[in-house]
């Protein structure tokens, strides 16, 4: 029985909640291609996002070589 819940829990959760923030990105990406502008809370947190990716980035790529 407890496999069930397990596997009720991730079908819910990880995939419907997974499907729910996609198709919403999505919606929120179209609306940048139409032009839309950004409010200055979304600019920070597209900053913190990539500034995120570029430090991981280059952490990594320091600790391979």
Do not use: D, R
């Amino acid at each position: 029985m407890t496999h069930i819940a397990c596997m009720v829990c991730l079908g819910i959760v990880n995939t419907g909640l997974g499907y729910y923030l996609y198709f919403s990105g999505v919606q929120h990406l179209s609306a940048i291609i139409l032009g839309e502008s950004l409010t200055l809370p979304q600019w920070l947190g597209a900053a913190c996002i990539l500034g995120g990716v570029a430090l991981s980035e280059l952490w990594h790529s320091g600790k391979k070589g």
